[in-house]
Structures are given as structure tokens and as C-alpha cells.
């Protein structure tokens, strides 16, 4: 294949929306490409003597433009198989707005609470807050370290558990953990599950008397509201992963009754198409809803995607969006870019959804979260989310004394 026929191809291939040949004829880039041997006209004066030669020019123009693009084209894809697939990838991207990688952000560990580590993305100074997303952590935790006694009030918290993969001698693993959910999924991912054991477990209680455990692949959804006093503590033995999301209220909102939503693992919707598996954990993807309520209008889902798929999800307009990579690594947004690897954020900018492949050997994971911004000031004192500086004092005196959803702070510790 020629080196002029490739680019078109590429040329053709990047721009889905020109489904008409007159509308690939109006791409004003076409002609560059198309036509090297043309040479420049501007000095040559006009006269009636090139008539004829100016009439050739035009056919040829006519015959480069639309016969090459419409009628050598199509076979010339055919008979490449090498690339025909990347190819057909590429044109299947079903977006008129696909959404673009804006801004890559590597999540490095740090301290927080007791003894515990987090990496966090969004709430870091270079990405302050992402509306209405205010804070992404995927946290790491072992006994005793882990997240004591504290308030919330204005927000939520959105606690995801992962998977935490322990390796084995192969004669100790007797009991292997993988047939129920979502160890079968990455038992489907590794050629044998063999020397694999799987857990996280946090347990969660609050000065209203909620108290629950959360195991790996388990969501709490918390709508602190006017006030939350609790703690989350790691309840099994190791390393217990998970993300943690905190999700803004809208004014209106902040001063709810606190409530929770919780989802078992066996209990979040799930689909599976073409090589890639989501967790539906807020919103719709391949069809498939989430019972979640978000106050706060927002999609959460858990992808995997096999070595070699490709994924074009839907995400509404005018939200913002980010990816948090859980595991592997994978290109986003446009084929041809770099992959990224696990523990960055990306944030996507705006259009109607997100592309996404694996082209690496291992499975890659993510989350692919989106939300209605809520276009209100943000005004943050650590676990107080506000509209107004005032407000935020009010949320300080009302802890303080213990009122306005406070009532139960000063008598209230968690047991052990
Ligand atoms: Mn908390």
C-alpha cells in the first residue's frame, strides 16, 4: 500500500462523522494529501491558451478526489488483513464527541488517618476537586492502622472494596477462594486460580448505631448529609484495599438526614460483552441498571477488559469524568495514544463517551466514574464540605457542641 493510501486511510479512519463521500470531498485536508503531483498554480497567469490544460487539472482533481476515496478505497481495506481490524476498531467508535484525555495524574502514596496509606488523585492541590467529585482515594490499610472516630457533614462517601491477590505456596492452597463473586472473574482472567486467595473486608460504624462489614467487591454508599460521626476500621487480616470517593451535595442537599445505601457484591449488576466485564455500581452500561439512587446524578462502574478488547461507553454530555486505572494498562480516549498504567487518574474531557483498548497481555481494570457538576462554590475544611466559609464554622460549632445533627458526637465512641 502506498504511503499516500495509508494516510487517507488513517485520515478516514479518525474521522467517523464523514459518512458521505460529498462530505469527505469537503474536508479541506483531503487535497493536500491527494494530490502531491499537483503543482502549485498561483504564478502561472491565466490565459486562454491553458484552457485546456486547466480543464485536465479539473479532471484530474475530480479523479483523485471522489473515485479514489469512493471506489479504490473500500477494496484496499479488504485486502490489507494485517490492519483491517485496527482499522474497523477505529471507524466503530461510535461517539459524534468522543471524549479526550485531558489531564493524567499519577496517585502516590501518602499518610493518612492512623497509620494508614492512601494514594489520592483528585484533592490533591493539582487537581483540587473535579465537581461534584471532591476527593479519590484507593486506600491500603492493615491492623491496626485504619480511619478512628470523625465527622462528615455535606457530601458523601462512596467505599469500594478491592480484591487483595495473596500468594501462596501451591501446597497450602487447599482451599482456594475463587468460585464466588467477583473472585470467578479473576479466576476466568488467570490460567489457574491456584495459589490465589482473595479478601478485604472494612468494618464500618457510626454514632447512630449503623455498624456493617464490607468485603471485597462490597459498595457502602453514605449520604453524610447534615452529620456522620464514624469509623472505618479494616477487619481482616493483611492488607485491605478499597476506593473511597467522596461525592458533593448540591445546597439543597447538605442538610439531609444521613442514610446508606449498601451493596453486596453478589448483589451489583453485572454484563458482559465482547470481552469486557462491568460492575454496575451507579447508572447503566451494555443495558444493564444499577438500583443505586445518587443524589447527586452519577455514574460508577467497575470495568474489566480482556487483553486485546475494546470498549466505547456511552457518558452524558456536559458531565465531567474521570478514570482511575485499578489494574494493567490501557489506552484511553484515542487509539493511537500512549497507554496509562495502574494507579493514575484521568480525567476525560467533554463529549459522549469514552473509548477505551487493551492492547497490553494482561487484563486491565478500571473505574469509569462521571457526574452532573454542580457548578456551586466549594468551601472544604477537611471532613466538612460547604457552600460558604460561614457555613463551615457553623459545621465546626455544631460538632463541637453537638447539635444540628451533632447530638450523638459527645457520647458516642466507636468499640473496638
Ligand atoms: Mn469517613
Known amino acids: 500500500m502506498t504511503t499516500t493510501m495509508m ?18 470531498i469537503g474536508n479541506s485536508r483531503a487535497p493536500h494529501r491527494l494530490l502531491p503531483v499537483a503543482p502549485p498554480q498561483k504564478h502561472r497567469p491565466t490565459s486562454t491558451t491553458n484552457k485546456p490544460l486547466l480543464l485536465i487539472l479539473l479532471l484530474l482533481c475530480f479523479f483523485f478526489l471522489f473515485l479514489i476515496p469512493t471506489v479504490l478505497l473500500p477494496p484496499a481495506r479488504v485486502m490489507s488483513s494485517s490492519s483491517s481490524a485496527s482499522d474497523a476498531a477505529a471507524a466503530a467508535v461510535p461517539f459524534e464527541k468522543p471524549r479526550a484525555v485531558v489531564k493524567k495524574l499519577l496517585a502516590e502514596s501518602q499518610p493518612e488517618g492512623q497509620g ?5 488523585s483528585i484533592g490533591r492541590h493539582e487537581l483540587r476537586n473535579l465537581d461534584p467529585f471532591l476527593m479519590l482515594d ?10 478512628p472516630d470523625h465527622p462528615h457533614r455535606g457530601f458523601e462517601t462512596v467505599t469500594y472494596m478491592l480484591e487483595v491477590r495473596v500468594l501462596y505456596s501451591s ?11 467477583p473472585r470467578e472473574l479473576f479466576a476466568q482472567m488467570s490460567p489457574s486460580c491456584a495459589g490465589l486467595e482473595l479478601q478485604g473486608a472494612f468494618t464500618h460504624q457510626d454514632f447512630a448505631g449503623h455498624k456493617g462489614t464490607i468485603r471485597a467487591g462490597d459498595v457502602q454508599w453514605m449520604t453524610a448529609g447534615r452529620g456522620i460521626v464514624h469509623s472505618e476500621m479494616p477487619a481482616g487480616d493483611g492488607v485491605q484495599k478499597g476506593l473511597q470517593l467522596w461525592i458533593n451535595l448540591s445546597s439543597k442537599d447538605k442538610m439531609i438526614e444521613p442514610r446508606y ?9 453485572r454484563a458482559e460483552k465482547d470481552g469486557v466485564e462491568v460492575r454496575i455500581i451507579a447508572g447503566e452500561a451494555f443495558g444493564v441498571r444499577s438500583p443505586v439512587y445518587t443524589r447527586t446524578p452519577t455514574m460508577y462502574m467497575d470495568f474489566t477488559m480482556r487483553p486485546g478488547s475494546q470498549l466505547h461507553q456511552p457518558v452524558p454530555e456536559g458531565w465531567n469524568a474521570f478514570v482511575y486505572i485499578i489494574d494493567g494498562e490501557g489506552v484511553f480516549g484515542r487509539e493511537k495514544s500512549a497507554p496509562v498504567s495502574a494507579h493514575h487518574c484521568i480525567v476525560l474531557g467533554d463529549g459522549d463517551g469514552i473509548s477505551v483498548w487493551n492492547k497490553s497481555g494482561a ?22 464540605v460547604m457552600n460558604s466559609r460561614a457555613e463551615i464554622q457553623q459545621a465546626m460549632e455544631d460538632y463541637y ?16
Do not use: M
Request: net charge positive.
Open 138 to 147: 484507593e486506600f491500603s490499610v492493615s491492623k491496626p492502622a485504619g480511619f
Open 261 to 269: 445505601q449498601e451493596l453486596q457484591s453478589k448483589d451489583i449488576s
Open 171 to 181: 501446597k497450602s492452597c487447599v482451599t482456594c477462594l475463587c468460585p464466588s463473586a
Open 401 to 416: 457542641y453537638g447539635k444540628n445533627g451533632f447530638e450523638r458526637a459527645s457520647q458516642w465512641s466507636s468499640s473496638a
Open 7 to 24: 494516510r487517507l486511510r488513517q485520515h478516514l479512519a479518525s474521522s467517523p462523522i464523514y459518512t458521505s463521500a460529498i462530505a469527505r
Open 363 to 384: 487484563p486491565l481494570r478500571f473505574a469509569l466514574v462521571a457526574g452532573q457538576p454542580l457548578g456551586e462554590p466549594v468551601v472544604q475544611h477537611g471532613p466538612f
Open 116 to 120: 494508614a496509606t492512601v494514594r489520592r
